[in-house]
Structures are given as C-alpha cells and as structure tokens.
C-alpha cells in the first residue's frame, strides 16, 4: 500500500496555480495543501520541494490510512463505539433531524 504525502505551498502563486509533475497538473484549489503518494511527492520533492525550488514542503502524513492498514493486518473492519446503540440514534437525531 503506497504511504500518502502532504504537499504544502508555500507561496499564494504555487496556492493558486498548482505545480507541473509528471503525472498532470497538481491543483490546491482553494486549500494550501494535497495528499499524493509517494512516487509523485518524491519528484515533486526533488524539483519544487526544498531541495528544488522550495516552493512547496512535503511530508510524509502521519495519520497514513491507519483503518486501511488496520483493515489488511486483522482482516476485519472494526468501528469503535456503538453505532445502533439508543444515545448514538438518540445524537444522530439531534443533529441531522432523522435517521
């Protein structure tokens, strides 16, 4: 499973342009920040990170898909805390009006 990178601008241009990578266009649109994989933060590190340009900073994310790797070591699929319990149906109405 390929880690995840966040890439920031670090000027409004970069924000508002986007950066040229091998595989397309990368546009922030209106956030300063985009998660790629790692073979495209790699070469966006190598040319518009710190060691190119520095117009970007990029770092590995450190939230990483926990569920996903989670997920492939147990095999199951778990959900912390009850889902069909009375206060949990109870909340969900309060905020949102149904079920």
């Known amino acids: 499973m390929p ?47 710190l060691k190119g340009t520095g117009d970007v900073w990029t770092h590995e994310d450190p939230r990483g898909n926990w569920m996903d790797r989670f997920k492939t070591l147990s095999g199951h699929k778990y959900f912390f805390g009850g889902h069909v319990s009375r206060k949990f149906r109870n909340n969900y109405r309060k905020i949102f009006g149904h079920d």
Not at 4 to 24: D, F, L, Y
Not at 33 to 46: D, G, H, K, Y
Request: charge should be negative; proline fraction near 4%; aromatic fraction near 2%.
């Open 3 to 49: 880690k995840k990178h966040v890439v920031m601008a670090r000027t409004p241009e970069v924000m508002k342009e986007g950066i040229p990578t091998s595989q397309g266009h990368l546009h922030f649109g209106d956030k300063a920040t985009a998660l790629v994989e790692e073979s495209i933060a790699n070469e966006i590190e190598s040319e518009q990170g």
